[in-house]
Nanobody, 114 residues
Framework: QVQLVESGGGLVQPGGSLRLSCAAS????????MGWYRQAPGKQRELVAV???????NYADSVKGRFTISRDDAKNMVYLQMNSLKPEDTAVYFC????????WGQGTQVTVSS
């Protein structure tokens, strides 16, 4: 049974940073294409960062240059480093496998506000 547990969210001022973590069980993150999604109030869930099994990364234009996806194969964890945060980054953030979406975790709330 696949379980994805996100953590690390919080309240941060504009320009600040946060590091989100995704603990995966039931899958090996190093052999799957892993992604971070976000869903803002009243909006559809969107994919913002992807890492392939080979380590290549891709980002939505809205976060390019500010967010970095990474993983720790030994810990079976995926991370999202978010810098220069903006109010429009406020959302619930989720991790999943874009190629074949698994059951969603509870997500972690990120709020960017002064």
């Amino acid at each position: 049974q696949v379980q994805l547990v996100e953590s690390g969210g919080g309240l941060v001022q504009p320009g600040g940073s946060l590091r989100l973590s995704c603990a995966a069980s039931g899958i090996i993150v190093s052999i799957y294409r892993m992604g971070w999604y976000r869903q803002a109030p009243g909006k559809q869930r969107e994919l913002v960062a992807v890492m392939t099994s080979g380590g290549s990364t891709n980002y939505a234009d809205s976060v390019k240059g500010r967010f970095t996806i990474s993983r720790d194969d030994a810990k079976n964890m995926v991370y999202l480093q978010m810098n220069s945060l903006k109010p429009e980054d406020t959302a619930v953030y989720f991790c999943n496998t874009p190629t074949f979406v698994r059951p969603w975790g509870q997500g972690t709330q990120v709020t960017v506000s002064s």
